[in-house]
């Protein structure tokens, strides 16, 4: 979160300030009168806002780093706070000049600054009586309450039937709410809201996501796509395809290569899309053909490489394909995504990981985004494997279906459902 301050003769003249400079993100941190009206001057205030670094306008002057000083992808995936207490120490340090009520809305701000104590400390009634209503009704939920549950506050309770409604590791949200519990300041636990808002930090803080970075000119990016059968390797390869040639800021040369040549169908699949968008595409039925495709492409930016889908318990395809890797003799680096379903079970999810591992997995896709209803394992799986997700598949058409994933995104699909105009 970054800290920006904005001063006028009245708060919400500030506001209109702030308004104007970073648009509507950004939450209230403080207002101060710095100078009292006296004769002949105005009076001045000033505001401090507090907004999410992802969030400044481009045209704040700030946001612009010289390409040098960015960060490497690697690094920038390993900024993820996997570390929860030290997540929420850094969000209560933020919290503790913060009063999480206030957030910034122009519209709404100058109003509710003059808002009457009398009426402040009813609505503050009304929102405890709102979240004791809704922890009698979360008594109902689960009869094999966890341990933790019985120690829950009342304001904590609606979260933490959200999070473990979403089919969210029981470890991992006892663990994370038990910090929650420890690390959240006394004045951000007035009711749900504030609750809800401070753990959507913390769990965005806690999900690694890889930003797209695309190839510098004389440089090529080699992407594998590896999982089970019917996950959805071949449409993402054809989405990711169109989205490196056409949907981009430049439109890049995109070469295929398909590893499954055994199986009828599968090239075919493949080559449709290629006709279509007219694209180089090579096949490999043995390891040691697998240099020579690559280097046949050598002429692309991108080399997207499909697999032949393998069951977890089905060792000798994933063998085969290790042998693939295993056999490359070209420059290349080849970054290995594993494509997994998002409507399976953690514990699913988990074994499919640990069979294909042995293929070193770069990043995660998560597929069929749009045929679940909790999102809860897929963090579980990211928070146990520390690997970054690339991108999400939210439906089957080519090319539209596919997201560069984002960490807000996944914590707003865990807490409020999959929302396709969010995407
Ligand atoms: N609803 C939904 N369907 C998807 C998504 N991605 C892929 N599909 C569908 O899933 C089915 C299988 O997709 P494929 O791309 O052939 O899967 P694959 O992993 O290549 O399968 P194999 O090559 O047999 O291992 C197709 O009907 C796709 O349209 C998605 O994000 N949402
Ligand atoms: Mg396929």
Not at 2 to 17: M, R, V
Not at 100 to 108: H, I, R, V
Not at 206 to 217: L, S, V
Request: net charge neutral; with cysteine.
């Amino acid at each position: 979160m970054k800290i920006l301050t904005f001063t006028g003769s009245s708060p919400s003249e500030a506001l209109k300030k702030a308004k104007a400079e970073i648009g509507d993100e950004g939450m209230l941190i403080e207002t101060k009168e710095i100078r009292k009206k006296s004769l002949g001057k105005p009076a001045l205030f000033e505001i401090v806002i507090g907004i999410d670094g992802n969030n400044i306008k481009t045209t704040y002057p700030s946001r612009h780093k010289p390409l040098q000083e960015q960060k490497s992808l690697k690094q920038e995936s390993e900024d993820v706070l996997f570390d929860i207490s030290n997540a929420a120490t850094q969000i209560s340090k933020i919290a503790n000049v913060t009063d999480p009520l206030y957030e910034y809305n122009p519209a709404s701000q100058p109003s509710a600054l003059r808002e009457p104590k009398e009426l402040k400390e009813i609505k503050s009634e009304i929102n405890k009586l709102g979240d004791k209503v809704k922890l009698i009704q979360n008594m109902f939920w689960d009869e094999k309450s966890p341990k933790l549950e019985n120690q829950i506050p009342s304001e904590f309770a609606e979260i933490y039937r959200l999070a473990s409604k979403s089919g969210m590791n029981t470890e991992h949200l006892d663990e994370i709410m038990k910090i929650t519990l420890e690390h959240m300041p006394l004045k951000m636990r007035e009711n749900s809201g504030t609750v809800k808002r401070y753990f959507q930090t913390l769990l965005r803080k806690m999900i690694p996501t890889r930003r797209e970075d695309t190839p510098n000119t004389g440089s090529k990016k080699v992407i594998m796509l590896v999982g089970p059968t019917g996950v959805g390797k071949t449409t993402s390869i054809a989405k990711l395809a169109a989205r490196y040639s056409y949907l981009l800021e430049k439109n890049y040369k995109v070469g295929l290569v398909v590893l499954d040549t055994y199986r009828i169908g599968a090239v075919e699949q493949l080559m449709q899309y290629a006709r279509m968008m007219k694209l180089g595409i090579e096949t490999v039925v043995d390891p040691p053909e697998f240099s020579t495709a690559l280097n046949s492409l050598r002429y692309c930016d991108y080399i997207l490489i499909d697999t032949m889908g393998s069951s977890p318990y089905d060792k000798g395809k994933i063998e085969k394909i290790y042998e693939c890797l295993d056999a490359n003799n070209t420059e290349y680096e080849i970054d290995v995504a594993l494509v997994m379903p998002s409507s399976i079970k953690y514990e699913d999810l988990q074994l499919t990981y640990d069979n294909f591992s042995s293929l070193s997995i770069d990043t995660i896709i998560f597929t069929k985004l749009d045929e679940t209803i909790g999102f809860g394992n897929i963090f579980s799986l990211v928070y146990e494997t520390r690997k970054p997700i690339s991108y999400f598949s939210v439906g089957q058409e080519v090319p539209e279906d596919l997201i560069d994933a984002k960490s807000d995104f996944l914590v707003d699909c865990l807490l409020n459902g999959f929302n396709r105009s969010k995407t």
